[in-house]
């Protein structure tokens, strides 16, 4: 079973970047698709970012679309979320997944890290 670790996350005004982090260990990093999922308060978790296994194909949700970038490096075990353009309305925890399928569900994904807060004002 793969664990997944994010880092990156913080306090960013409006119109700043951030990037996400997310450490894989413990499975074959390239054997899985990798995702980034949110949730704010009071909402539910959302799709934000997908990429396949090789990184040949990614798919984004529509609000962040041109703004986020998804990425991984499986030699490093590793994936990220360059956020650029950042909007109050991204504010939320951040977390990446990784499941057997490409797909934007959540409940498709088995494996969780704990989230990385990110908070940007206005």
């Known amino acids: 079973q793969v664990q997944l670790v994010e880092s990156g996350g913080g306090l960013v005004q409006a119109g700043g970047s951030l990037r996400l982090s997310c450490a894989a260990s413990?499975?074959?990093?390239?054997?899985?698709?990798m995702g980034w999922f949110r949730q704010a308060p009071g909402k539910e978790r959302e799709f934000v970012a997908t990429?396949?296994?090789?990184?040949?194909?990614?798919m984004y949700a529509g609000s962040v679309k041109g703004r986020f970038t998804i990425s991984r490096d499986n030699s490093k075990n590793a994936g990220y979320l360059q956020m650029n353009n950042l909007k109050p309305e991204d504010t939320a925890v951040y977390y990446c997944?990784?499941?057997?399928?490409?797909?934007?569900?959540?409940?498709?994904?088995?494996?969780w890290g704990q989230g990385t807060q990110v908070t940007v004002s206005s």
């Open positions: 997944a990784v499941s057997n399928s490409y797909s934007v569900v959540p409940n498709a994904y088995h494996s």
């Open positions: 990429i396949a296994w090789s990184g040949g194909s990614t």
């Open positions: 413990g499975g074959t990093f390239s054997n899985y698709v």
